[in-house]
């Protein structure tokens, strides 16, 4: 049975682990550059980041990230009312089962009860996978896009909360 539940500081590299795996699966990666594996450890442990997790008896199966939103992309001051949804993983092997879709709801509900009143996401401009799950939860495309960390080409997608 997968328990969808807050993270703590101790399933901070746990989530990692599930977010290395997945996106190495996602982008056909034998391995992934340690300094996007840095990055993606720093942000874990930001002040007003918040994690969720897909707990399976144990093992972490899935995990996704809120965060507040920034201007410029990420780099600017934070955005009245912007919360950012980032690094939202499943283990391929639990692909299909309907984990994405809860924690997505999750992350939403947290950010309602931190007053954001609108989020935004960025995925992969070839993950039309992700793109269907925004779809379903009601994110919009905005038509923007640029490069990740890795250079690789990601679209951005928002929506009330």
Known sequence: MVLIRPGTRVDAEP????????????????????????????????????????????????????????????????????????????????????LGSVLVDVVLDEGRIREYDHAEVWTHVDNLRAQRLYDRKGFLPTGRERRDLAGDLITQFTRAL
Do not use: C, I, N
């Open 15 to 98: 989530a990692l682990v599930v977010w290395r795996d997945a996106y190495r699966a996602e982008r056909g990666l034998p391995e992934v550059d340690p300094g996007h594996a840095q990055h993606v450890r720093d942000f874990l442990g930001e002040r007003d980041s918040f994690l969720v997790v897909a707990d399976e008896d144990g093992p972490l199966v899935g995990m996704a990230v809120g965060t507040h939103g920034r201007a410029a992309d990420g780099t600017g001051p934070p955005v009245p009312g912007l919360m950012h949804v980032k690094m939202l993983f499943v283990l391929p092997d639990h692909w299909g089962h309907g």
